[in-house]
T-cell receptor, first 108, second 114 residues
């Protein structure tokens, strides 16, 4: 699976939107873009995934660049419970391979 | 039921012990996975089961032995482990193999080998 690049850490304020970037310049046509998050002492939690079009669900929105070489996970209104490690993963096969992810800190 | 349940939550075992980790889901998912996560590191894939058959083994040492008795259960049998095998072991499931489906993870079993 192709590699992704994410910032090591980001900070946001409570009740403000958060935009988490992910670069994947070597993405192939069959790669889906998955986002998971992991809260302390818990297993990863599915957030959202998409192929080409922007996606929305109750947790977040996924904005995918037209050339698909980058994407952004948008949390519309951050809460303290959103503090976690966020993983952007490309997958075209039968495995999800996690990178280092972005540690999101949410300030009250 | 939308959960993956892992038992036990914590396990301490000696290097000569045999123990098993258990994972259960009742979502009708046909793919199940074992991951290993060391402290401050991302999860690493160990095994993939699809329709109760082992489809991927990521070159995991034989002291880890997976088993899928039925479509709802996944076990990981442990024997003669080393202290460096201490980690969080995560089970996950998805509707089927392939990138179209999101994974549901359990909370993990925190294993300490002494």
């Amino acid at each position: 699976d192709a590699k992704t690049t994410q910032p090591n850490s980001m900070e946001s304020n409570e009740e403000e939107p958060v935009h988490l970037p992910c670069n994947h310049s070597t993405i192939s046509g069959t790669d889906y873009i998955h986002w998971y998050r992991q809260l302390p002492s818990q297993g990863p939690e599915y957030v959202i995934h998409g192929l080409t079009s922007n996606v929305n669900n109750r947790m977040a929105s996924l904005a995918i660049a037209e050339d698909r070489k980058s994407s952004t996970l948008i949390l519309h209104r951050a809460t303290l419970r959103d503090a976690a490690v966020y993983y952007c993963i490309l997958s075209s096969g039968s495995r999800l391979t996690f990178g280092e992810g972005t540690q999101l800190t949410v300030n009250p | 039921d939308t959960e993956v349940t892992q038992t036990p939550k914590h396990l301490v075992m000696g290097m000569t012990n045999k123990k098993s980790l258990k994972c259960e889901q009742h979502m009708g998912h046909r793919a199940m996975y074992w991951y290993k996560q060391k402290a401050k590191k991302p999860p690493e894939l160990m095994f993939v089961y699809s329709y109760e058959k082992l489809s991927i083994n990521e070159s995991v040492p034989s002291r880890f032995s997976p088993e899928c008795p039925n479509s709802s259960l996944l076990n990981l049998h442990l024997h003669a482990l080393q202290p460096e095998d201490s980690a969080l072991y995560l089970c996950a499931s998805s509707q089927d193999r392939g990138p179209l489906y999101g994974y549901t993870f359990g909370s993990g079993t925190r294993l300490t080998v002494v």
